[in-house]
């Protein structure tokens, strides 16, 4: 079956530092990507997504690019800021059945000023 | 334009009782799923269903049981509580086109604890 594998929290960086998060999944089918994002005590929203191979999502400095060929779609942002202190998910949805996402454990991001 | 929501906010139950947790969206969406997140297992997938009267099995439906009456509302029902249950809960609803706008969205969850 699908499956979605996040990099390993918690990340601590400091205010402006540079994130990665890396996300690799694995798919009978050709999915749909997204990252998404859970502030504490609140449901999850989506961040951004990718339909296609090569795909750039993007929103508020965060971007992921859709690799097929490594079958990755990893979350990078240039600078940092308390605010993104949050969990993110990367996940999948298989086109042949829009209702089934699968989701990877999530990444803890703690930054500090 | 409410979006998706969940009653209640917080629950406790003790084991062996039952209760149905609510789901709701305005958005006319075919899609919804019910979720559970446990502590560093992100989210599971209990039940899903693709429209009205359409539902399905997800990842982990065992003590679980749902219906799709109408578009807009997706129960999910605890049949005998146990302390295994204990979660997070989150319901989703999408459109289901599979285009650009496809996006899943989230209700801001059900916090449930089973003594």
């Known amino acids: 079956g699908d499956s979605v594998t996040q990099m390993e929290g918690p990340v601590t960086l400091s205010e402006e530092a540079f994130l990665t998060i890396n996300c690799t999944y694995t798919?009978?089918?050709?999915?749909?990507l997204f990252w998404y994002v859970q502030y504490p005590g609140e449901g999850l929203q989506l961040l951004l997504k990718?339909?296609?191979?090569?795909d750039k999502g993007s929103n508020k400095g965060f971007e992921a690019t859709y690799r097929k060929e490594t079958t990755s779609f990893h979350l990078e942002k240039g600078s940092v800021q308390v605010s993104d202190s949050a969990v993110y998910f990367c996940?999948?949805?298989?086109?042949?059945?829009?209702?089934?996402?699968?989701f990877g454990d999530g990444t803890t991001l703690t930054v500090k000023p | 334009n409410a979006g998706v929501t969940q009653t209640p906010k917080f629950q406790v139950l003790k084991t062996g009782q039952s209760m149905t947790l609510q789901c709701a969206q305005d958005m006319n969406h075919e899609y919804m799923s019910w979720y559970r997140q446990d502590p560093g297992m992100g989210l599971r997938l209990i039940h899903y269903s693709v429209g009205a009267g359409i539902t399905d099995q997800g990842e982990v439906p065992n003590g679980y049981n749902v219906s799709r009456s109408t578009t807009e509302d997706f129960p999910l029902r605890l049949l005998s509580a146990a302390p295994s249950q204990t979660s997070v809960y989150f319901c989703?609803?999408?459109?289901?086109?599979?285009?650009?706008?496809?996006?899943?969205?989230f209700g801001p969850g059900t916090r449930l604890t089973v003594l």
């Open positions: 990718a339909t296609k191979a090569d």
């Open positions: 989703a609803s999408r459109s289901g086109t599979g285009g650009p706008t496809d996006t899943q969205y």
């Open positions: 798919a009978t089918g050709y999915p749909s």
């Open positions: 996940a999948l949805s298989d086109r042949t059945n829009a209702g089934k996402s699968t």
